[in-house]
């Protein structure tokens, strides 16, 4: 195997400003009226509330504002940790009717599924782009890492943690450009029944109930328990269904006392119809290939189901979480973790690619005649296991003058993924769909495992270390760096039985320093700067013995390194943050060249943006939460990688812009709503020809309206696009397959408490 080639960067060329002040004040003006809090899902609603969560007290929890997230690697409040962090509170997703993360992280601007898989293999569960990269696979329970391409269902969830920026000091291996936590519901000491039933149009039937109670014979001691169930179609899909239930049971002990125990319990069952999506024809930027040309300008109906009745997506998640904490002192606190997990996804889609090829028909210029060949079966059999420890020490202290919050730990971590691979046994495959009429209930394909499989492992020690300094009261550093040793093992058998074994390990060094300048108590002013990596097989256990592949044992891990100012503003007596950031991310270590010439690990690619959010209440009864975006995702080195042969990086919007707000009236009703905009994005390239190089620009609005009938139930009708938009919400790599978004819809709730 021949070792990769290095050579000296090209020089970097000069940043341009990426957009005028007058541009961010525009965009806000998208806002609608509206405004209050509404709980559900067993979430206090008082503005004062103050939740416990795992790891850490979160204090001041106010409708769509939070204080703190709840990892202790971060020592300070939002206001003062030099970083963009956007939290999504249970309070805004469900307001909003929002069940799982894709639709909680629609309140992050430019963050969203807009990538809709491979050639015939489509993205299964979360599937989140964010600053132009992939950070699916930076998706964390708790602090703790959660593998599997599967939906997160939000019954169990407190709030989305969104950290954007190289969070490879803070979680190990992620993704260049942030990761994404969500922090569970546990036993609290209080007495509580609440939950929502919901309906909607589609054959929307979802409901979820929390529980909460302690122990009378057993002080300090509580017992939670939240269930869901969900049986509804996918809004403007024929056939696509999604189908699950949970429990997440949660026992704690001392909760009034110095040591305090937990044991946290989640069983998710899914049993879904997947969506294997819409062809791209006739849509804008569609040019037909041989044997196409009568279907220019006869797009199909976009909600048109091109599977059978045998597609299915079952999956199992389970998880174990025991958390033991202990307080010293009110300056001295250990935390330890200890995570078992579980998921197992049996997977079944019939994709297609509308190629010319795979276009047939009877009659040229009778478009009844058009079929579409299903000629891409798509199988998975994987399981996901993840068993971790970590050990945190929260130490307060001074030492002169300057004071310190120092957080520093102890990580390891075992994470395995087995995949065994089915095919087609009889050499056929489903009949072809009629392109305008498709029938999904035929038969004709068997299928069978054919003895190959893949089997990947990454064993992982860390040690961490946070501190923040304050100087005075005006002055803070904060410091913090990772050391991690990591260990994958990947093995390969061919259904010939031929098996191939490779092996990676390495030492990693992250780290990342801040500061924030204290112009008042209410304006902070930042700048920051982070080193993360990902090595071989980081984001997928897979390595690979190909030369261009960065899953190579040979290559060197992909380096994210970036720069980030701004300010962060408390307003209107600290009821709204406003915060604004400039960041710039570049990525090295990417692979160019060809097998011709060798391959350097030379290429690099950035993302330059501005960021501007607005969170909190503008009075009493009026809150806000929206987000603006403007960034430039380009290759400055290598290969392009859009379709349209710029130097844009794929899937992600040059500008984006979201919003909600609410306004609640003294005599109980609650009106409000929100605007969301998703700029053009590039697709991805693989030589496919005559389809889409881009998806266009979108603008979707959503509105609610409650009632609250008495203390104890309050009824909401949430409107989806308003206006029935007809949008590309993702498009896969070859362009020949998109995610139709969806069409107006409402959904009725029920949310009660006791």
Do not use: C
Request: charged fraction near 15%; hydrophobic fraction near 35%; proline fraction near 4%.
């Amino acid at each position: 195997m021949s070792h990769i080639k290095t050579r000296k960067y090209a020089p970097r060329s000069a940043r341009q400003p990426v957009l005028a002040t007058a541009t961010l004040i525009t965009g806000f003006a998208f806002a609608l009226p509206g405004a209050a809090q509404v709980a559900s899902d067993g979430n206090d609603s008082s503005s004062n509330a103050a939740t416990t969560l795992d790891n850490v007290e979160v204090h001041g929890v106010a409708g769509f504002t939070a204080e703190k997230v709840a990892s202790p690697k971060f020592t300070q409040s939002l206001q003062d940790t030099p970083q963009t962090i956007q939290v999504i509170t249970s309070e805004l997703f469900n307001q909003q009717g929002a069940t799982n993360l894709t639709e909680a992280l629609r309140n992050s601007p430019g963050v969203g599924t807009f990538y809709a898989g491979e050639n015939g293999n489509t993205s299964t569960g979360d599937a989140i782009y964010m600053r132009g990269f992939d950070t699916s696979s930076s998706i964390f329970v708790d602090g703790v890492r959660d593998i599997g391409s599967v939906a997160r269902d939000l019954f169990n969830i407190d709030q989305v943690e969104v950290t954007k920026g190289p969070a490879g000091t803070d979680n190990g291996r992620s993704a260049p450009t942030g990761a994404i936590n969500l922090v569970t519901k546990q036993a609290s000491l209080r007495n509580a029944v609440s939950g929502t039933v919901s309906v909607g149009t589609d054959a929307q039937q979802r409901a979820t109930a929390d529980w909460n109670q302690t122990f009378a014979g057993a002080p300090g001691s509580a017992f939670r328990l939240n269930a869901m169930w969900q049986d509804s179609d996918v809004a403007g899909r024929d056939h696509v269904n999604n189908k699950r239930w949970g429990i997440a049971p949660s026992l704690a002990f001392g909760l009034d006392s110095a040591t305090r125990y937990y044991l946290n319990l989640l069983y998710v069952k899914q049993d879904n119809v997947p969506d294997g999506f819409v062809p791209t024809i006739g849509l804008p930027g569609w040019q037909p290939q041989a044997g196409q040309a009568a279907l220019v300008g006869h797009p199909v109906d976009p909600e048109n189901f091109y599977g059978t009745t045998s597609d299915h997506d079952h999956v199992d998640a389970q998880m174990a979480t025991f958390r033991f904490e202990h307080d010293f002192s009110d300056t001295l606190k250990l935390t330890n973790t200890l995570r078992w997990g579980k998921t197992v996804q049996d997977y079944l889609l019939t994709a297609f690619m509308s190629t010319g090829a795979n276009t047939i028909f009877t009659d040229v210029n009778d478009l009844s005649t058009y079929s579409i060949r299903r000629s891409n079966p798509t199988f998975k059999d994987q399981e996901n296991t993840i068993l971790t420890e970590q050990l945190n020490l929260r130490a307060d202290f001074s030492t002169g003058s300057v004071e310190h919050n120092l957080s520093t730990g102890l990580e390891f971590a075992r994470e395995k993924q087995d995949a065994l691979t089915l095919a087609a046994t009889n050499g056929s495959n489903w009949p072809a769909a009629n392109l305008y009429n498709p029938e999904w209930n035929v038969s004709g394909l068997t299928w069978a495992y054919n003895g190959a499989s893949a089997a990947g492992a990454t064993t992982t020690s860390s040690a961490y270390l946070f501190d923040t300094l304050k100087f005075g009261s005006r002055f803070l550093l904060t410091a913090g760096l990772r050391i991690d040793h990591y260990q994958t093992e990947y093995e390969t058998v061919t259904a010939a039985g031929v098996a191939t074994r490779l092996e990676d390990s390495d030492t990693l060094f992250n780290w990342k320093a801040g500061g924030v300048y204290k112009a008042s108590d209410d304006v902070s002013l930042y700048a920051n700067y982070a080193l993360s990596q990902q090595p071989p097989g980081g984001s997928n256990f897979a390595l690979s013995t190909a030369a261009n592949n960065a899953g190579n044992p040979n290559m060197d891990p992909q380096k994210a390194r970036t720069l980030e100012v701004g300010t962060k503003w408390n307003l209107i007596e600290e009821g709204l943050a406003l915060n604004l950031a400039l960041f710039q991310t570049e990525v090295t270590n990417e692979i160019t060249g060809s097998a011709a010439e060798g391959y350097f690990q030379d290429g690099r690619k950035s993302v330059t943006g501005i960021e501007l959010s607005a969170v909190g209440n503008l009075t009493p009864n009026w809150s806000i939460s929206a987000g603006y975006t403007h960034q430039q995702a380009r290759v400055e080195e290598g290969t392009a990688v859009a379709a349209d042969g710029t130097n844009n990086l794929a899937y992600t919007p040059e500008d984006a812009f979201t919003s909600w707000t609410t306004y609640r009236f003294p005599f109980g009703l609650t009106v409000g709503g929100g605007v969301r905009y998703s700029g053009e994005t590039h697709r991805g390239t693989d030589g496919a020809i005559g389809t889409p190089a881009f998806t266009k620009s979108y603008t979707v609005y959503d509105a609610v309206a409650s009632y609250e009938v008495n203390d104890r139930l309050v009824l909401r009708l949430n409107g989806y696009n308003l206006f029935d938009k007809q949008y590309v919400a993702a498009i896969n790599k070859s362009g020949y397959r998109y995610t139709p978004g969806a069409p107006r819809t409402f959904l009725l709730s029920a949310d009660f408490r006791f």
